[in-house]
């Protein structure tokens, strides 16, 4: 973002989803409100956003370990450290706040990935 500028990976994103012809397309981790308004502007109505939440920090903590990726650190309170540093360097609750919906992930995989399905037979599928 130094070198190309604020909008450099929504531009990407934007150019990608256009090439590919798809009528459906899932982005992951956007965090900055500012990605959020970029991607609002070149897809208007059909651009929707879910924020997947998991809520329960026990949960988030056992995944974080599970992950295993050393910038996450291992303690609880490193992931509220974390937290903290998102929040502070993209303003997540801001975007957090965008949200078309909300899909909970504090269960199984199989309750996230039932979850999805509702979440498209009810909002997305009527909309191709």
């Not at 450099?8 to 256009?18: G, L, N, R, Y």
């Not at 974390?82 to 993209?90: A, P, T």
């Amino acid at each position: 973002m130094e070198k190309y500028g604020q909008t450099f990976f929504p531009e990407q994103i934007v150019s990608k989803i256009k090439e590919s012809g798809s009528e459906v397309y899932l982005v992951s981790g956007v965090r900055p409100l500012s990605d959020v308004m970029f991607l609002k502007a070149a897809f208007g109505d059909d651009f929707v956003l879910v924020n997947v939440v998991i809520t329960d920090d026990d949960v988030r903590y056992e995944r974080m370990l599970a992950r295993g990726s050393a910038r996450d650190g291992t303690s609880k309170e490193k992931l509220r450290e974390n937290d903290l540093g998102e929040e502070k360097l993209f303003q997540t609750s801001k975007t957090e706040q965008m949200a078309d919906y909300v899909i909970n992930n504090d269960g199984t995989v199989e309750d996230f990935f039932a979850a999805i399905d509702k979440f498209y037979e009810e909002h997305i599928a009527g909309r191709q």
